[in-house]
């Protein structure tokens, strides 16, 4: 492949269909109408999986699973964030218990930043956007990487793995997977180890299928974790389900590339007033319209690169009829690229009106997560 797919250095995917065939990741439409119905299904953002089959059975026959995440306390929480955040409340809607880890110990061997201040960061912009948006105790366990339990029995078999696990690999192994290794991205890697595979361990709940809804650069880890995952039980030392994977595309951001923390005006954080939001998505989106209103009712649009369309078409309209009235005004002509940011403005205001009075609640529930 052209660039380099991993954790660390990935700049972004335009082929999904390629990766599918690389990566060995199985299309996602075939599972599509096997669960609930959710929109990141149905339109195709979230477009592979691996062995989702089990966790489509445990839906469909009330059987327990897990759906595992992680977050990188790093930066403004934005709609980017929002599509994972989404996932959750959909598994745990659906019976799945909910494991949530603060990639603390990873953050701050990348990051270079205190454990307090990444503490900080991960309740105030990420826990309090997730119960704004829907997330319930009930069922969630939200944890820190650096802390694990409060309950020495549960925190001593989470460490126990993370150091177990580095005896199923080799060095070699791990520079084939993720390139360049230091110290600290080799601790980092058998903490997500530990990570996806301890809600398995009977200190955690025991045996059950695990689904990891990641995004493509973290197809690295999958794969390593599966592997590692067989080797334990080869050896008889545990029995693990290997985790299922589902894989999501990336939300563009507003000026067509990834959303970086370091330019605010690459995305839109969920604390962004409307009229920030509005003047961000005029100035910045990048758009998919020709160079003027003659060209433009001439040739028509682009709604797969035009980053307002693609927000619209990722959750921000969710009428599926009135999504496609938007994609074909747009390719025809008869919608303009003015036009079509003034509708994600419109929908993108009304959402953080709302979002933000939620917030103000959430942050008094926030220590119903950290008992």
């Keep these: 492949m052209d660039r380099r797919i ?16 690389d990566f060995g990741i199985e299309p996602i439409q075939g ?44 930066g403004k929480f934005h709609i980017g964030h929002k599509m994972l955040a ?6 745990q809607q659906n019976r799945g218990k909910v494991f949530i880890c603060v990639a603390d110990v990873e953050a701050y061997n990348m990051r270079k930043a205190s454990l307090k201040d990444l503490r900080a960061t991960a309740i105030e912009e990420y826990l309090t956007n997730y119960i704004a948006l829907g997330l319930k105790p009930k069922g969630c366990d939200f944890y820190f990487q650096s802390s694990r339990s409060g309950d020495a029995g549960k925190a001593n078999a989470y460490h126990r793995l993370a150091a177990m696990a580095s005896r199923k690999t080799t060095t070699n192994e791990m520079k084939a997977i993720y ?33 990891v809804p990641v995004g493509v650069d973290q197809s690295p880890h999958i794969r390593f974790c599966r592997g590692i995952a067989s080797r334990f039980t080869k050896s ?12 999501h595309k990336f939300m563009k951001g507003l000026k067509g590339g990834k959303m970086s923390s370091s330019d605010p005006y690459s995305f839109i954080a969920l604390t962004d007033s409307p009229k920030v939001a509005g003047e961000k998505i005029m100035k910045h989106a990048f758009s998919g319209g ?6 433009h009712r001439k040739k028509g649009g682009n709604p797969d690169i035009d980053v307002a369309y693609q927000m619209l078409y990722f959750g921000f309209e969710e009428n599926d009829r009135k999504i496609k009235k938007i994609h ?3 390719r025809s002509g008869k919608l303009l690229t003015g036009e079509l940011k003034q509708i994600l403005i419109e929908k993108m205001s009304k959402f953080l009106v709302s979002h933000q009075q939620k917030m103000e609640k959430a942050r008094g529930k926030v220590g ?4």
């Design 6 to 21: 991993d954790p660390w250095g990935s700049e972004g995917v335009k082929d999904y269909d390629r990766l599918v065939k």
């Design 31 to 74: 599972m599509v109408k096997k669960v609930p119905d959710n929109l990141l299904f149905r339109r195709g953002a979230v477009f592979g999986h691996q062995d989702f089959g089990r966790i489509a059975d445990s839906i469909k026959q009330k059987k327990d699973y897990v759906m595992l995440t992680g977050l990188m306390p790093s």
């Design 86 to 91: 989404e996932q959750m409340i959909y598994y």
């Design 179 to 211: 390139g360049e290794v230091t110290p600290g991205k080799i601790m980092s890697v058998m903490h997500q180890v530990a990570d996806i595979l301890h809600p398995q361990l009977k200190e955690f709940g025991g045996e059950r299928p695990v689904v």
């Design 236 to 247: 008889s030392e545990y029995d693990f389900i290997p985790p299922s994977a589902t894989y």
């Design 290 to 295: 020709q160079g003027s209103v003659k060209e």
């Design 328 to 330: 074909d005004d747009y």
């Design 368 to 371: 119903d997560f950290l008992g």
